[in-house]
Each structure stands twice: as C-alpha cells, then as structure tokens.
C-alpha cells in the first residue's frame, strides 16, 4: 500500500520551459513533504519543503504547491535547464522528527 | 562543511556472509536514519535513532539486520547471513531537531552473490 505515489516515472520537457512534478498521497497525518532529487550514484539532496499550514513555498525557479483537499503536491521548475535532469522524490512525513516516506521518483530529462 | 559520509561506497559479499556498513552523520545531528533504495523504487525506511537509541526500527526486514549508534554519532547497520535479496543501494540521512529536512550521504551499493 503506496502512501507516496509519483504516477510519472518520467517526463521529457524542452529547455526553457517549465517542468511540472506531480505526487499524491493517502495518509492524512503527513504534515510536512519534500522534494529531493537525485544523480545517479549520488544519495538524495534535499531541494525543497512544505509545511501542511502552507499552500506554496518558492524558491528561486522551485516552486511547491500543496493541496491538503486533494492530498496531492506538485513541483515545478521554471525555467527547466540541462542540469535538472535527474530523478525527483516526493516525500511526506509525520509530525516530528520521522522517518520519510518517499514515492517511486519521476525521472526528469531536460533537452538542450 | 562535511555532509553524511558513508563507507564503504560498495561492498560485493557472497551469500551467508556478515556486512557491516558505517555512516558519519553532519556534526550535531541529533537524528540519524537508515534506508535502503531497491532498482526503480524509492528509499524505504529502515532504521532511526534519536541520540543513541533506537527510536523506530519497524522498517528492518528481520532479525538479520541490526543498527547501532554507540555514542550518538556514527552508525553501524549489521546485515547477519546476507541474502541476494538484501542487494540494495543503503542510504543513511541525518538531521537536526526541528523542520525535518534530512540530508543523505551517496549510500553504500552492496551486492550479494
């Protein structure tokens, strides 16, 4: 039983244009998501976070929106550049300091 | 400033042998999380500690597997009678009390033959 779901695993978006991320969850305790993405043979890096109080959180072409109604969130990269191609994780937990409950990841392609 | 480090980066064993895999969280970090990331999937829980001990370890597959953090820093996760099936990219995170922002090391790829 997925908690996290990533329904894209991939998605190919032209340089300059925007790249939108999309992930949906079940569990109504979540209260707190992130985007990590990741190289490959690297560990996960941290990209961006919301809180359940908000409904956006930007930072500089990252943008996060959460819709609590529809248990889902979205990521958007704007404008999309060769170096965000990479595998993006949607990830959710509980209140405190517990563990992340990731999606399966969306991997990004970027064309110059 | 140094992120999580992990060692060894891989690790080939055979099946029926003992691993142990270390991680060296950021400096300060209270929290310490273990998670192992399979072909296609994404990292799934296996281990946290607050401080020294043990604050969740629901995620372990069995009793083959066992975590320690003696002193409240590095980790140790002890695979016992590896299984091909325990062949898996094994990630640690850290992170401080407060926003849950975890931050990841570059993982150990162990393989089991």
């Known amino acids: 039983d997925q908690q996290v779901k990533q329904n894209s695993p991939s998605l190919s978006v032209q340089e300059g244009r925007i790249s939108i991320l999309n992930c949906d969850y079940t569990?109504?305790?979540?209260?707190?998501f992130l985007w990590y993405k990741k190289y490959p043979a690297e560990g996960p890096t941290f990209l961006i976070s919301i809180s359940s109080i908000k409904d956006k959180n930007e930072d500089g072409r990252f943008t996060v929106f959460l819709n609590k109604s529809a248990k889902h969130l979205s990521l958007h990269i704007v404008p999309s550049q060769p170096g965000d191609s990479a595998v993006y994780f949607c990830a959710a937990s509980v209140p405190g300091n517990t563990p992340l409950v990731f999606g399966k990841g969306t991997r990004l392609s970027v064309i110059a | 400033g140094a992120g999580v480090s992990q060692t060894p980066s891989n690790k080939v064993t055979e099946k029926g042998k003992y691993v142990e895999l270390r991680c060296d969280p950021i400096s300060g970090h209270t929290a310490l999380y273990w998670y192992r990331q399979s072909l296609g999937q994404g990292p799934e829980f296996l281990i946290y500690?607050?401080?020294?001990?043990?604050?969740?370890d629901s995620g372990l597959p069995n009793d083959r597997f066992f975590a320690v953090r003696p002193e409240g820093s590095v980790s140790t996760l002890k695979i016992q009678r590896t299984e091909r099936g325990d062949s898996a990219v094994y990630l640690c995170?850290?992170?401080?009390?407060?926003?849950?922002?975890?931050?990841f090391g570059p993982g150990t790829r162990l393989t089991v033959l």
């Open positions: 500690f607050q401080g020294t001990g043990a604050a969740d």
């Open positions: 995170a850290s992170s401080f009390s407060g926003p849950n922002e975890q931050f």
């Open positions: 569990n109504s305790m979540f209260d707190y």
